[in-house]
């Protein structure tokens, strides 16, 4: 007998996953994704970010009823005024973000019950880059650091392979490693 | 005489901007920055970060009084419940405001006054990397396209040079598109 509990695991329901990952295995189309974020500025570093609708699976996704809406800023000592995070540290959020679904999507598979995941990224930066005070460092972080802890019901050397297949798998980690071409078109009026 | 109008521009204080860039040319170690967020697994792909110090300009920041709290999700059709944005949702936003707040800061120290700042980004992706069903696509976005709309009061020209130079010195921009190198530490218990 099947139990819920059997089915649903970390979360994640893996009759799904594995319904998924069937479909996109025998009609490879499936897996084509686009999203999108809309942004305008406000005022100073304050600008805002809506983001609902993409495309996925042969159709676009109407499952979020409302907008996600999210607001960026600067702190004080880089001329803003606290209206939210940074960018910079957006994007340690989407590196922590991807990798922890990662972690328990790769867990769910391998029929790993996790119980706890934290993790504390940090990024060092010379700002003189951004300033356009020099052109020897670059603008971004000059390397990132994100400490995992892991608590489960499987030995250690399991979860670390959990651990090391998320981050082979992890989308963000890979854009951010690795990088991505960026088309920027600008429309003035 | 300097009026209030003079000196704020864009919502940008440009003296207080001058007399960063002032003092970080006279000690450039003023310019180191570090910046983190702390996330944690709440259940399936629902994960909360939570942003509040950093170090810069020599010292520890503490003028946030609480800390920015940040959820994330996956929508249904990639096994979650729309709890937030996803990760590469919020990388897009991450390279929309920081392409943003370039182009504000830049405009104000050239002394361009500008009324709207609008952005529509979009990345597509092949799922198959990140579900670990091919090692021939990757994992992340093939491709990113951020498209802009600036107005202001001056000359199409200027807008566009204004631009150019943003683009030249985001920070977010320049990791995204050049990659940086990231560590992943794993504490099992």
Same mark, same amino acid.
Not at 80 to 86: L, S, V
Not at 133 to 141: A, I, Q, T, Y
């Given at each position: 007998m099947t139990t819920i509990a059997d089915k649903v695991r970390n979360g994640v329901d893996t009759q799904q996953m594995y319904a998924t990952l069937d479909a996109i295995k025998a009609q490879p189309e499936l897996g084509r994704f686009e999203f999108r974020a809309r942004n305008h500025w406000i005022a100073g570093a304050h600008n805002r970010t809506t983001i609902q609708g993409f495309y996925g699976a042969g159709q676009e996704d109407e499952s979020r009823a409302e907008p996600f809406v999210i607001d960026a800023g600067e702190p004080v000592i880089l001329l =803003?005024? %606290?209206?939210?995070? %940074?960018p910079v540290e957006y994007l340690l959020h989407a590196l922590a973000a991807c990798l922890t679904i990662s972690l328990v999507y790769v867990a769910a598979a391998r029929g790993v019950r996790l119980t706890e995941v934290e993790s504390s990224l940090e990024g060092q930066m010379d700002a003189r880059g951004a300033f356009g005070?020099?052109?020897?460092?670059? %603008? =971004?972080?000059e390397h990132v650091r994100a400490a995992f802890r892991l608590k489960g019901d499987a030995p250690p050397e399991k979860l670390r392979e959990v651990a090391a297949r998320a981050q082979q798998r992890s989308a963000v980690y890979e854009m951010v490693t690795n990088g991505v071409p960026v088309t920027m078109e600008v429309e003035v009026a």
């Open positions: =803003g005024a %606290n209206t939210g995070p %940074n005070l020099s052109d020897e460092v670059r %603008n =971004g972080f």
